[in-house]
């Protein structure tokens, strides 16, 4: 029959011989509709999903039709408490997630905090303007931590010199510590002495903990630790070739501003601990002599350590060649065949004392 072509019309067929006979007898509606028996058993399944066969509550094996009615009714029910299952899994979801919403607005306001307090700074005219405005609108302390390098960043600290001179003639204070190698700078050797004559408070260490400037409780700029000094068979003639080579002349400058209380606070605290090592060291006592007597027990204190020639000048701030030439005069005064044994002969012969270690630290 053409209209068998059609499957809701065979469904329809066979779903109205099993109402009228009362059950789905697979053998009798194929008999009937001369449908094959696979034809049938498809639409008895067919049948099954829409809910319209339902086994007998006598025998499982035999379906009898139910009420088209009663058929979406059922299927209406199952698909909303499917529905009503997800929307509880929903507000489970979401209810367990805006349980973490406090943490993620505390979260996202320590990281704005953070941000805030941290500013990066890489340009050079950046960090110069920075360092001006600062020591301009500083009234209570400068304080300043200098290493030997010749770093673009040496160069913004000394451009802001006539601030600080500024601000040490108002009144405000300014202690500095500089690491013995910046006083081998002919510019950075007067800066000190005319702060000093303006009443600053300055101090020579030979090791620095790092290269800062903090104003008052407010803001501290913490330059970026030194590029690598190279090779260490790599010699220079002079300072100038060997910041050039190492790449100090050509690199951009980095530094962070920081606002942070506690960040600043501890900065201070670790600047006053090295201000306290390091002891009284006056402007009159900055001359070549004491400034290479201090440099050469520095070596000496770090040859006995066991350090190498380049880890030397790089703690120090000097160039490889520098460095070396001072090993060979300390070795020809103290008749020493190794850099170790200087070390060695340097602290039996109390040429390092108590006091000078002190002093280095």
Sequence with gaps: MPEFADPDHLHALAFRQAVRIGQFNSKQIAETLRLPCAKVDAIRKGLLHLRLLQPSAHDSEVFVPVSPE???????????????N???DIDRTKRRLNKLLPAYVEGRSLREQVEQSLEPLQAADHIRWMLKEQ???CRSEILISRRGDLLPAADSVGAMHPELLEAARRGTRIRAVYQHAALGDQTTRG????????????RIRAEPAGQLIIFGAEVAIVFGREPSP??????????AEYATEAGYVSEAP?????????VIGHLRATFDQTWDDVGSSAPEDMGDARTLGLLQLSIIRLL???????????RLGISVRTCRRHIKEIMNELDASSRFQAGVRATLNGSVTETDHNALM
Excluded at 230 to 239: K, M
Excluded at 254 to 262: E, F, G, I, L, Y
């Design 304 to 314: 006995a350590q066991g350090f190498k020639d380049d880890v030397v000048a790089r």
């Design 70 to 84: 009663a058929a979406a009714t059922e299927l209406v029910r199952m698909s909303e408490d499917e529905i009503r």
């Design 191 to 202: 800066h000190i002495e005319e702060l000093a004559a303006a009443g600053a408070l300055v």
């Design 254 to 262: 980095t530094a962070v501003a920081v606002r942070d209380a506690t």
């Design 86 to 88: 997800l929307q509880e």
């Design 230 to 239: 190279g090779s260490a068979d790599a010699e220079y003639a002079t300072e």
């Design 135 to 137: 020591a301009e609108r």
